[in-house]
Nanobody, 122 residues
Framework: VQLQASGGGLVQAGGSLRLSCAAS????????MGWFRQLPGKEREFVAA???????YYADSLKGRFTISRDNAKNTVYLQMNMLEPEDTAVYYC?????????????????WGQGTQVTVSS
């Protein structure tokens, strides 16, 4: 299984970015796809996840600004990030969990992408 994330970059505070992550090399029906991020010097933290059927899970602190979606036909998950803040600066990782149930724990995800850098300037 391979996950290829894209869409990161440099944006000013208040701006938006859309991350994409395409999965290949497996069958992803009934799998959860998620996003995590890692701030400098911090542990990886949960951002959002979405099940095959479209159930969405969000970190409480990000709900309302970030929206996760997926295109099952393309095995692709998206993360729309709005009203970005400098504190959102991090490397964002997509991940796949071999379960139909969502989780906010990194160690419960089986496959990881390479990460994409998001930098929000003030």
């Amino acid at each position: 299984v391979q996950l290829q994330a894209s869409g990161g970059g440099l944006v000013q505070a208040g701006g938006s970015l859309r991350l994409s992550c395409a999965a290949s090399g497996g069958t992803f029906s009934n799998y959860v796809m998620g996003w995590f991020r890692q701030l400098p010097g911090k542990e990886r933290e949960f951002v959002a996840a979405i099940s095959w059927s479209g159930n969405r899970y969000y970190a409480d602190s990000l709900k309302g600004r970030f929206t996760i979606s997926r295109d099952n036909a393309k095995n692709t998950v998206y993360l729309q990030m709005n009203m970005l803040e400098p504190e959102d600066t991090a490397v964002y990782y997509c991940a796949v969990r071999s379960s139909k149930y969502g989780s906010n724990r990194p160690n419960e995800y089986d496959y990881w992408g390479q990460g994409t850098q998001v930098t929000v300037s003030s």
